[in-house]
């Protein structure tokens, strides 16, 4: 087996149990062993993608590593605020901000990584459909009931970025030939698992009563599944 790719299968598996172990005492309350294994998990996700960049170098490989570091950033920022309270806004647009970044990587190494036969009609539904989520997300704060205060511009474009970035990973599959991109198959799957999670982030943040342990464990799973998704699909190149 190669070198790079029993490394991937060593930072897959430490970072399934730190997850685990993150997960065990977030669940109690939020302190320095709860920060400490969510910190190792990010880094192992990371780490999951550096090591299959190395056995298999590619400007696809590169620009998801790129993304997953952006999205250990929006971790930072979005955990600083609830350590700088008066920073709070400023904390949480950052981190909207970082992650945003992080999809805007995806859509370059989408259309990087996909074959040559690579369609740019994709591009078209996977609008479409990020519209429509901007939509659902400005025009259905009560129906979801959530207040977005004054994030409700930035959560309105950061929902239709994310479903344009995981459609336009489906799509791009569908158009340009399934079996020569089964890469970009997989990262849908983890775009998909980003949604669940940030659709439940969203009823943490800005619902009610959404911040019980059953929120808070299926965040987080969903969230570090999608990241290690993410990167593996590095791995069907």
């Not at 910190?39 to 998801?64: E, N, Q």
């Not at 459609?167 to 340009?176: A, D, E, M, R």
Request: aromatic share 18%.
């Amino acid at each position: 087996m190669d070198t790079s790719l029993i490394l991937y299968t060593c930072t897959l598996l430490v970072g399934f149990l730190s997850l685990g172990a993150f997960l065990f005492f977030r669940v109690k309350k939020t302190d320095v062993k709860s920060l400490m294994f969510k910190a190792i998990t990010s880094v192992m996700f990371i780490l999951t993608g550096v090591f299959l960049t190395i056995g298999k170098p590619s400007l696809y490989a590169g620009l998801i590593v790129a993304g997953l570091t952006c999205g250990i950033l929006g971790d930072i920022w979005l955990d600083m605020k609830f350590m700088y309270r008066q920073d709070e806004k400023f904390l949480t647009n950052a981190g909207f901000i970082s992650f945003a970044f992080g999809h805007f990587f995806y859509t370059a190494a989408i259309i990087a990584g996909a074959a040559p036969s690579f369609k740019a009609i994709s591009l078209l539904p996977s609008l479409a459909v990020a519209v429509l989520a901007a939509l659902a997300v400005y025009f259905g704060e009560k129906l979801m009931k959530l207040n977005y205060g004054s994030y409700k511009m930035i959560s309105t474009l950061y929902g239709g970025l994310l479903f344009f970035v995981t459609v336009f990973g489906l799509f791009s599959c569908i158009f340009s030939g399934f079996s020569e991109n089964i890469h970009l198959f997989v990262f849908f799957i983890g775009g998909v698992l980003f949604v669940i999670s940030d659709l439940i982030l969203s009823g943490t943040y800005f619902g009610k009563g959404k911040n019980r342990p059953v929120d808070i464990v299926t965040n987080h799973i969903s969230y570090y599944l999608a990241q290690f998704v993410i990167a593996s699909s590095i791995l069907f190149m």
